[in-house]
């Protein structure tokens, strides 16, 4: 663990990034491919003839995330799960169709406790022998719940060590800062400075015996330097906030710029946030956002409108690549 991630970073940064959505709460198959993002297009079988593994056959899409993150350095090539999705049978199927199951994995990351993030996670251990370690905070095995306008409250969290160590993977706690490789790091503990990103109203974490507000100190955000291009910077709900999180990670790295933000955004329904985070967003000045999962319908096309050519809409089964200059 490391007050400063990247600081050993400048001369492994990495050359190559390859990210593949397995899953995510959206499935569109007639998606034109871009530069940066190859989509997979129509699938070639009829839906009633099995399909081997690694086809292009359809993919499942549900409320989760799981994205295949492969890195390659000038060292060596080093790929991260990010995320196991909403439910026990979306992402090993997906990652079977994908022709990942049984790949090269050197770490399973889980961005926090919540069960879109967390519920594949043992049949996925189960596709890699030996099964990969688990990056976790230890804050995401909390008893935490979702509370509904109505009052029902909704356990919100299934995840235990011991299922972790039952399924034969190494557990290896995160806080703070932590270098995965070099130009790679894990950021925990991400500061909630800005006024417009308060955390997620409805969710709450027992302590003591009793219910308080949830702040997720157990978010987990992957960051990565691309030689040449600046942060790669992947969120699972970005509940402590998609800005507080890419502002973390310039403050912990030596990079300035902002190559790419993926993932969950977390930003049903609350319009003024939607705009203060577009806004932003355009400081920040990405060459790429891609907003997934928990971003919400609403911001996703407010994003798409503010953003325009920086927008990329996340789809289950794409494959997105991000090169340094000159490879
Ligand atoms: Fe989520
Ligand atoms: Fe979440």
Redesign the pocket.
């Known amino acids: 663990m490391m007050d400063r991630v990247g600081s050993r970073t400048a001369p492994g940064a990495a050359r190559r990034v390859e990210i593949v959505t397995v899953m995510d709460n959206y499935a569109d198959v007639f998606l034109p491919s871009t530069p940066a993002a190859e989509r997979r297009g129509p699938p070639a079988l009829a839906p009633d003839r099995p399909a081997p593994d690694g086809d292009p056959s359809p993919l499942l899409a549900e409320?989760?995330?799981s994205l295949w993150v492969s890195i390659t350095s000038d060292e060596a090539t080093r790929s991260f799960l990010f995320d196991t999705g909403m439910t026990e049978v979306g992402v090993p199927y997906n990652l079977r169709r994908l022709g990942l199951a049984g790949r090269q994995l050197d770490g399973l990351i889980l961005s926090h406790g919540?069960p879109?993030?967390t519920a594949a996670l043992v049949p996925t251990l189960r596709l890699f022998d030996p099964p990969p370690p688990v990056y976790v905070h230890p804050k995401a095995f909390a008893e935490r719940y979702l509370v509904r306008p109505d009052g029902q409250k909704l356990l919100s969290n299934t995840l235990s060590p011991d299922t972790i160590r039952s399924a034969g993977a190494e557990l290896i706690p995160v806080q703070g800062g932590f270098d995965l490789a070099p130009g790679v790091a894990l950021i925990g503990d991400i500061p909630m400075k800005n006024e417009f990103e308060r955390g997620f109203p409805a969710a709450f974490v027992m302590q003591d015996g009793e219910l308080a507000p949830d702040l997720f100190p157990d978010e987990l955000a992957l960051v990565i330097q691309l030689a040449g291009r600046g942060l790669i910077v992947i969120t699972?709900?970005a509940h402590r906030g998609v800005i507080n999180t890419v502002r973390h990670a310039r403050e912990l790295t030596p990079e300035e710029r902002v190559h790419v933000v993926m993932g969950?955004f977390?930003l049903g329904g609350a319009t003024e946030k939607i705009q203060q985070t577009a806004e932003e967003l355009r400081r920040l000045d990405p060459t790429h956002v891609i907003p997934g999962?928990?971003t919400g319908w609403e911001a996703t096309v407010h994003l798409s409108q503010a953003l325009g050519r920086a927008f990329i809409l996340s789809a289950v089964g794409t494959r997105f690549v991000f090169d340094a200059p000159g490879s």
């Open positions: 409320h989760g995330l919540h879109d993030h699972g709900c969950g977390h999962h928990c």
